[in-house]
């Protein structure tokens, strides 16, 4: 891929990262939680994810699985199952005062970095928009007349990127917030706030197609 392709198309890639959807969402609520940094470590669960998904839609089963109405159906349901399950936890979810919650993830941190990556990696692998993007959309920014796989890794590596730092930003914007929230009914609208964006989020991949 040449220097100028590249300079063209990040932009675009960054951007992508950074529209909202499910995976962002969590980056936020986990800034919430226990920090930017914390949520950005998570956020290797969903670039795991988007790494096979990748390798599925290089290997040509992600044109299967978009083609397919069974399995396209399969995976959005399974997404659908899980955004909602997290909607209705978050939303029930205790409010816990900020010292109080850094406090504890001091004594829990190994687990809670694993627990978050694991509900990134879920979200991000069972979301076929994501499928849809690495088949329909990826094979657009390529210069056929050069090794398709070099470009395809290269576009893969900054799409990443574009990942970690689309969940650096949301996961800003959460702990921001969550520090202006001092009070415990504030704290528990925030919550309620948040499980409901992750409801709706489930809505929205329940009407999406495959067109």
């Known amino acids: 891929m040449s220097w100028s392709l590249w300079v063209a198309i990040t932009p675009f890639l960054f951007l992508l990262a950074l529209s909202p959807g499910p995976n962002n969402f969590t980056a936020m609520y986990n800034g919430m939680q226990s920090g ?4 950005v470590v998570a956020a290797i669960g969903r670039n795991l994810a988007f790494s096979i998904l990748m390798l599925v839609s290089a290997l040509g089963l992600g044109a299967i ?11 959005k349901w399974l997404g ?10 978050t939303w029930r979810s205790a409010p816990i005062a900020l010292d109080e919650h850094e406090s504890e993830n001091k ?5 809670g970095h694993y627990l978050r990556g694991r509900q990134e990696f879920l979200i991000a692998i069972s979301n076929p928009k994501a499928i849809l993007i690495f088949t329909a959309i990826f094979p657009q920014l390529l210069d056929l007349t050069l090794p398709v796989t070099p470009q395809f890794i ?3 590596v900054t ?4 990942e970690f730092f689309a969940a650096y930003i949301y996961a800003v914007s959460g702990n921001t917030i969550r520090r202006l929230i001092k009070s415990q009914a504030g704290l528990n609208r925030l919550n309620k706030g948040m499980g409901s964006l992750f409801v709706f989020a489930s809505m929205l991949l329940a009407s999406s197609s495959r067109s």
């Not at 699985?65 to 995976?75: A, D, E, H, P």
């Not at 799409?159 to 574009?162: K, P, V």
């Open 36 to 39: 930017s940094m914390s949520a």
């Open 65 to 75: 699985i978009v083609s397919s109405v069974f399995w396209f159906g399969v995976v």
């Open 80 to 89: 659908v199952v899980y955004l909602l399950y997290i909607g209705v936890k």
């Open 107 to 111: 004594s829990i941190a190994l687990s």
């Open 154 to 156: 290269v576009i893969g």
């Open 159 to 162: 799409f990443i990127m574009a």
